[in-house]
């Protein structure tokens, strides 16, 4: 615990983030800084994790998403909100399960051996001994979770949400159990929803199979990539506008193999164009000959088992693997002459999105919750914006997905997960639905059987913003925290879980889950790729964190998430960030190092009417002001950005502003004072330097929060924490043009001469005469009023000011806004020698430029190159233009001959 009393302002000479970022978690966890008091007068601010899988680990998309969270969460907490930010894990049911059945499997047995209750009972024990792992990586990451109201989604409370919503769903009358065509991954033996199937496409081929007439007239071709389920067609279907088969329609054919008699029928579905314009109609394979069957009459002809083997109504071909079966089927229509041609083809193939199985569309008995009816709501809420997209381009794609919901099958056939709250007589056989198991039939046995199905982990997930703050029950927690404020989730769940979410909050708290859904985008590698272990590209983000730490890994995050715009990551990227948090450090310990006779008490700023006491007191320099003047500026501008999830705009703001203005100017000007002898002037350098310091700590917090609270524990102010310090607000807009101008002009020859030292090769100790041809009189005013300013950062031994064009010694020319400055250096400036370095330099930069040029005029690279990448050609040639005329007017300043005009 640390004693800022003890006035501990001493700091090493490098950060080291191991020996701080551990200490300082353990600190504000103990201190209870995470929680949030459900009895708190201030206003709520609330968030719920998206849980990760209990089986899952910290990647990047993690990271990231985590990241921008605690962003959100410790600046609102700042803001002086009660914040509660609900962590949680979801107990991921085909994930867990193939974990702990691989474990089974190297133990030589398998679920089926172990028992239904003793493979559910390994699992519980294999998630307490190793699904806490990324709760300690979120812990590495910073996140400041409420870790006491941590919750899992199979845990008691979120049980009993789950089991009232279906009940309160079945006795609506929107849970049914019906025979569908589902999606069924023989690997997994489970239903898998439609958006949990990856589509591929894949070349495969296309087989035109001939079916025979029964009354041996001819035969009608139909063309299918899925050779073997004609074994369970029950009809040909053409589209009655299909002149070809108007004379065979209403006839049958004989299914070669298994000799069944089908009709030739008419349906609108049907695609003349595909194919040979008639096509064969499995309803008990095929989503689409489902339909076609329900409105025909169709027999439904299950061929295949579970496992994708055939079952006996493949006949002769029963037992075979449905792969080998489609070999199998092939070469006997091959053999009977029934197979007319075979094309290449390609199509989209579903896969299982956890093993990568192919999926097999399979007819079954499950569970479905009716959708239209919920959709109308969530479509509305997002119509009225009382839940709003960032980006809003996102809105689109919920708006295509709600509005074209088709029933969501929930059940699932797993042993982990939550059972399905049905239970069926064994007696008379009645479905009997409760939240808790039934003491007995009403026809009065006591025999049940619980539905050996699991929910879809989805169902669980859809309940997190209401059932993990106490729902059912009426508690404390969702009076104060329902609805929570912002959801900041991925792309590619918005319709698992951003849409279930939305209907389900309507549904059963009759208010959405939340007002702000911000989306954040995919992190790619640094060449925009897809990271894959395949590909050898990932990057994990705690190896990263253990060589650059965690507050390099946050900012590079946030300073490269820009709203709708995928990351392009790279481990050097970090490894820059690192060094901005060694500038910090750095910049810290001079600061520090000379605040032993700043005034006393700390003056803070952004906090209260400060500045205007120091203005008032005539105290400030004008690089005082200006400093002051940027923080004011930085403030509002990170305010604003945060505001609409531009932290981006907020990072690279602070970066600029504590780099570029802070260190790079103000303290290069302030130590002009640390050292001299008035003892007033280096008190109130130290006083600014301090006050700007300490406020620029708390904009940065939210991104890099450990290396802010070692620094902020060290100043002279007292305080628990910075974590719950006041958040930096600029109470009016501070707009001092004369200040900002002085400025700027000063910078301006301070860049000029030394762009000019580097360009001639001056080294940085020797100094450099110089003379000013001013236009006017304010910039001279300026620059003998701050000619200490320019003297000790470019190096000249003193300012003199002319009317005319010195003599050559003067050799070196820089033009600046209102100024030509020209330089004279004791080591010497040869004009031959110095012309051909410049000629060589134009020759250069016209090469360039002719590339340039070339490009831009290039018809087919302005036509098909991307927006970005031409703006950016365009600002090279602007660039490169300006180079050349500087140059341009550097030679004709000493003397030489100007290739523009010959």
Same mark, same amino acid.
């Given at each position: 615990m640390p004693n800022k009393d003890a006035g501990n302002s001493e700091m090493g000479r490098i950060y080291d983030p191991r020996q701080v970022e551990d200490r300082w978690y353990r600190y504000w966890e103990e201190k209870g800084y995470f929680h949030a008091d459900e009895n708190s007068d201030k206003d709520p601010f609330s968030m719920v994790i998206p849980p990760p899988n209990v089986t899952g680990i910290l990647h990047m998309g993690h990271a990231l998403n985590n990241t921008l969270q605690d962003i959100i969460a410790r600046r609102k907490r700042m803001q002086g909100f009660e914040v509660l930010w609900v962590p949680g894990t979801d107990h991921a049911g085909i994930a867990t399960q193939n974990v702990v059945e691989r474990q089974l499997g190297k133990e030589g047995t398998d679920r089926h051996e172990l028992g239904r209750e003793m493979f559910v009972e390994r699992v519980w024990q294999w998630k307490e001994q190793y699904g806490g792992t990324i709760i300690s990586q979120l812990k590495r990451l910073g996140c400041s979770c409420d870790w006491e109201r941590e919750r899992f989604t199979m845990d008691e409370g979120c049980s009993l949400a789950v089991r009232t919503v279906f009940k309160k769903l079945y006795d609506q009358g929107l849970i049914y159990r019906g025979e569908y065509i589902i999606n069924w991954c023989p690997r997994c033996h489970t239903a898998i929803s439609d958006i949990e199937v990856e589509h591929q496409e894949k070349t495969g081929n296309l087989w035109h199979i001939r079916y025979p007439m029964s009354d041996g007239s001819g035969y009608v071709v139909v063309a299918t990539t899925r050779p073997e389920t004609m074994l369970g067609d029950t009809a040909v279907a053409v589209n009655p506008d299909d002149k070809r088969y108007s004379s065979v329609v209403g006839k049958s054919l004989i299914l070669p193999f298994v000799g069944r008699e089908i009709p030739v029928i008419e349906d609108r579905f049907v695609d003349q164009d595909f194919g040979t314009g008639a096509v064969k109609v499995t309803p008990a394979h095929d989503p689409n000959d489902f339909e076609i069957g329900n409105r025909h009459g169709l027999e439904r002809v299950n061929i295949m088992n579970p496992d994708g083997s055939i079952n006996e109504n493949g006949k002769v071909y029963e037992g075979l693997d449905r792969y080998e079966a489609r070999k199998a089927v092939v070469s006997d229509l091959g053999k009977q002459g029934l197979l007319e041609k075979t094309d290449d083809h390609l199509h989209a193939v579903g896969r299982c999105y956890r093993c990568d199985t192919e999926v097999e569309p399979y007819l079954s008995t499950q569970w479905f919750v009716k959708m239209s009816a919920l959709a109308v709501k969530g479509i509305e809420v997002v119509r009225d914006r009382k839940v709003t997209f960032i980006p809003e381009r996102w809105e689109k794609v919920y708006y295509e997905w709600m509005e074209n919901i088709r029933d969501w099958c929930i059940s699932r056939q797993l042993w982990w997960g939550h059972r399905i709250p049905v239970w069926y007589c064994d007696k008379c056989g009645k479905e009997l639905v409760d939240i808790e198991k039934p003491e007995a039939c009403p026809c009065g046995c006591g025999d049940l059987s619980q539905d050996?199905?699991?929910?879809?982990?989805?169902?669980?997930?859809?309940?997190? =913003? #209401?059932?993990?703050?106490?729902?059912?029950?009426?508690? *404390? &927690?969702?009076?104060?925290?329902?609805?929570?404020?912002?959801?900041?989730?991925?792309?590619?769940?918005?319709?698992?879980?951003?849409?279930?979410?939305?209907?389900?909050?309507?549904?059963?708290?009759?208010?959405? =889950? #939340?007002?702000?859904?911000?989306?954040?985008?995919?992190? *790619? &590698?640094?060449?925009?790729?897809?990271?894959?272990?395949?590909?050898g590209n990932v990057i994990d983000p705690i190896d990263v964190i253990d060589v650059f730490g965690t507050d390099a890994l946050r900012f590079t995050l946030a300073s490269i998430a820009v709203p709708g715009r995928d990351i392009n990551m790279s481990e050097e990227r970090v490894e820059s960030n690192r060094n901005f948090a060694n500038k910090i450090w750095n910049a810290s310990r001079l600061v520090l190092s000379n605040a032993e006779t700043a005034r006393d008490p700390m003056k803070r700023l952004l906090c209260g009417a400060e500045y205007e006491e120091w203005t008032e007191a005539g105290e400030l320099e004008l690089a005082d002001r200006w400093i002051i003047q940027k923080l004011f500026q930085l403030a509002e501008t990170v305010d604003g950005a945060m505001e609409e999830f531009n932290f981006s705009v907020a990072g690279k703001a602070v970066y600029q502003f504590f780099w570029g203005d802070y260190c790079d100017w103000y303290l290069e000007l302030a130590k002009l004072r640390f050292y001299q002898e008035d003892e007033e002037k280096k008190r109130t350098a130290q006083a600014v330097a301090l006050a700007v310091l300490e406020a620029s700590l708390r904009l940065l917090h939210p991104f890099m929060p450990f290396i802010t609270e070692e620094i902020w524990q060290k100043l002279p102010l007292p305080g628990e924490s910075i974590m719950i310090e006041t958040w930096p607000k600029a109470r009016r807009r501070l707009e001092d043009k004369k200040t900002a101008l002085d400025m700027e002009s000063i910078q301006s020859v301070v860049v000029g001469i030394r762009s000019a030292r580097s360009e001639h090769g001056i080294p940085p100790n020797d100094e450099v005469k110089g003379i000013f041809l001013c236009e006017g009189t304010e910039l001279r005013r300026i620059l003998e009023r701050e000619k200490l300013y320019v003297t000790s950062l470019t190096g000249l031994l003193e300012l003199v000011f002319a009317e005319k064009i010195p003599d050559e010694s003067y050799g070196i020319r820089v033009v600046v806004p209102a100024a030509e400055i020209y330089l004279s250096w004791s080591g010497g400036v040869d004009k031959g020698d110095e012309i051909d370095r410049l000629g060589k330099r134009l020759a250069k930069v016209e090469t360039d430029l002719e590339r340039c040029v070339a490009k831009l005029s290039n018809e087919s690279f302005v036509t098909k190159a991307p927006a970005e990448i031409i703006e950016k050609e365009r600002a090279r040639e602007e660039e490169l233009l300006s180079r050349r005329d500087k140059i341009n007017r550097q030679i004709k300043a000493l003397g030489g001959k100007n290739p523009e005009n010959g």
């Open positions: 050996p199905d699991v929910l879809d982990t989805w169902f669980s997930s859809g309940l997190w =913003p #209401f059932s993990t703050l106490g729902w059912p029950e009426d508690t *404390r &927690d969702l009076a104060k925290f329902y609805p929570t404020s912002v959801l900041t989730t991925a792309f590619d769940i918005i319709f698992f879980w951003v849409a279930r979410m939305i209907m389900m909050g309507l549904r059963f708290m009759d208010d959405v =889950p #939340f007002h702000e859904v911000y989306v954040t985008a995919l992190v *790619r &590698d640094y060449e925009g790729k897809k990271m894959s272990k395949s590909s």
